[in-house]
């Protein structure tokens, strides 16, 4: 056929038979082009797309990306492993022998170290209520009275952060207003019959992120001023939240002539600057805010009175 042809065939300019025969033929899709009069594009006599066409890559990524423990929490855990069976099936011998290699030697265990998993029992519910943009009615427990509360929502995504779920989900009167839920404090679930049309131009990806800075600006609401030894300060990312070492990295003054340094560290509130920072023990002399200090000092004096007391016991 010919480009006008096939412009005319599929509604498009010439202008766009040229730009997309070009990229099939990079692509691999072997188009070729008779010139003449009787000419045209023409595509190699008995070619027909296949999954074998995937490159060793891209056929190991795909069964890299199955994350086995979420897409189970899901309850897509058997349409997971029956997926897997029919590409590997359709792969040649050797690719599918690489391919599987990979499930052999990487495993992504989501949840930070220390935590247990967390109870959802009404993730699948939820989750299959975005898929089918079903409103549900949900029973939440929250950290401010009264503490649980039933409402009418929207769900617009599943989001898994570091071992645990969130729902992301707009009141059902006001779709312009997503809302974000811990998944372990949904009590309970009814789906309703009752569709909704999710919000024009809403992203999942783009609304967490903006949602996550949000929540860590909100949270680090205070700062503590302190002199550090730099080797406690290299240690820090280790042992602290990310939001509080990376403050106190890109706060910090060069090291002076005894090894310390002085720098700002973002903290919630009084009480948890004193919980995090005393990890440091000696290493960490807090200046500033003056409760903090003062907090510091009743807490060592606590501690060198019950400690002397033992000595001399």
């Known amino acids: 056929m010919t480009a006008q042809e ?3 065939e599929l509604e498009v300019s010439v202008r766009t038979i040229y730009r997309d025969v ?18 045209g594009y023409q595509l190699l006599d008995g070619y027909r ?55 052999e030697r990487f495993h992504l265990d989501a949840p930070g170290w220390f935590r247990r998993d967390e109870q959802t029992p009404h993730l699948s519910a939820l989750a299959g209520a975005v898929w089918d943009e079903s409103l549900v009615q949900a029973r939440y427990l929250r950290w401010k009275a009264p503490r649980e509360v039933t409402r009418t929502l929207a769900p617009l995504g599943v989001v898994l952060k570091a071992g645990r779920w969130y729902l992301v989900a707009a009141p059902a009167d006001d779709l312009s207003r997503p809302l974000t839920y811990r998944v372990s404090n949904v009590l309970g679930v ?3 019959d009752q569709p909704f049309a999710r919000p024009g131009g809403f992203d999942l990806a783009e609304f967490w992120q903006a949602w ?27 042992i602290f939240p990310p939001a509080m070492s990376r403050g106190a990295v890109a ?21 948890h600057g004193l919980m995090e920072l005393l990890k440091l023990g000696a290493d960490v002399e807090v200046l500033g805010p003056p409760e903090l200090r003062d907090r510091f000092a009743e807490t060592i004096r606590g501690m060198s009175r019950l400690y002397r007391q033992e000595d001399a016991t």
Do not use: C, Q
């Open 49 to 103: 797309t296949r999954l074998t066409g995937l490159t060793v890559d891209e056929a190991e990524t795909l069964f890299l990306s199955g994350v086995p423990g979420p897409v189970a929490e899901l309850g897509l855990g058997a349409v997971l492993t029956a997926a897997e069976l029919k590409l590997r099936a359709s792969l040649p011998p050797e690719l599918g022998a690489r391919a599987g290699r990979i499930r």
């Open 190 to 192: 009814d789906v309703l």
């Open 6 to 8: 096939l412009s005319e």
């Open 251 to 271: 706060n910090a003054g060069p090291p002076g002539d005894d090894g310390w340094v002085r720098t700002t560290v973002p903290i919630e509130s009084v009480r």
């Open 212 to 238: 996550a800075k949000r929540y860590e600006e909100s949270v680090y609401v205070d700062e503590a001023t302190v002199r550090i030894t730099a080797e406690a300060l290299a240690r820090m990312p280790h």
């Open 22 to 39: 070009e990229s099939l033929s990079g692509a691999g899709v072997p188009v070729y082009a008779d010139r003449g009069p009787a000419g």
